[in-house]
């Protein structure tokens, strides 16, 4: 993984970004990074980019509905006219109860949200990405926020843990398949985080003790970003999940050379 110190993307798109942890990722930017900001209300996106863009500074906003297919498709667009180099998929949904109490709407929300479009934007997003980094001689990278919830299954909050395990999964996946690729790939595990995501899903995490402001959340990833490719949040969870992280680090570094051997020139989809 590379060791550069000094975050050198030019042009961020942050999902989810009117409030918590995307809020503060899009705060945290360096002055010289230009910004493309999503989320649904149009009103807290104006507000944003009233609040951070100057000369210097070109900030644009875009409303769009993440569990829509029409409202990915008009965040691709965005991305490639911006020529995105830094992508942070940070929007994300919970509830919590029973799932057979909670509605099959908010049910499909949080797989819709959590699951689909993040796998959705990223395979869309990144491929310009990487070949606009290259063709550039720079860098792109990708943060996909995952939980430390995503190491377990979670009764009452079942949708929600699974669907971080699949972030999880999926990003790290993904970042041994691109070694070698001009572009650093980054899952972001918080833990208890003070921002209203919590009173949205429905409990009050953020009251927790060791709980953290969203500010530190973004200060960590954006700090970690091409250094490793998984990073839990806090001293704390670091210290339980760290040897379970490195494990599977590398087997998935082992298995994806496995599966590259055994199943080189040979494309596959399967639909059971």
Known sequence: MRRNRRMTYERALITGATSGIGRAFAEAMPRETAILLTGRDQARLDELRRALERADREVRVVA????????????????????????????????????????????????????????????????????????????????????????????????????????????????????GQPVDLLTLCPGATRTGFGRRAGFTAGNLPGAVDPEVVAREGLNALGRKSVHVVGPLSRSVLSPPLFAQHLATRGLGMLIRTATRGARMFDRM
């Not at 509905?65 to 998929?89: C, H, M, P, Q, S």
């Not at 491929?127 to 995952?146: H, K, Q, W």
């Open 64 to 179: 769009a509905d993440l569990a829509e297919r029409g409202g990915r498709d008009t965040v691709v667009d965005e991305a490639a006219a911006f020529g995105v180099d830094l992508l942070i998929n940070n929007a994300g949904l919970g509830a919590f109860g029973p799932v057979l109490e909670n509605s099959p709407e908010q049910e499909r929300l949080v797989a819709e949200v959590n699951v689909v479009a993040t796998t959705d934007l990223t395979r869309r997003i990144l491929p310009g990405m990487i070949e606009r980094a290259g063709t550039g001689g720079r860098r792109a990278g990708l943060i996909n926020l995952s939980s430390t919830l995503a190491f377990q299954p979670l009764p009452f909050m079942a949708s929600y843990a699974a669907s971080k395990m699949f972030v999880l999964m999926y990003t790290e996946a993904l970042a041994a398949e691109l070694q």
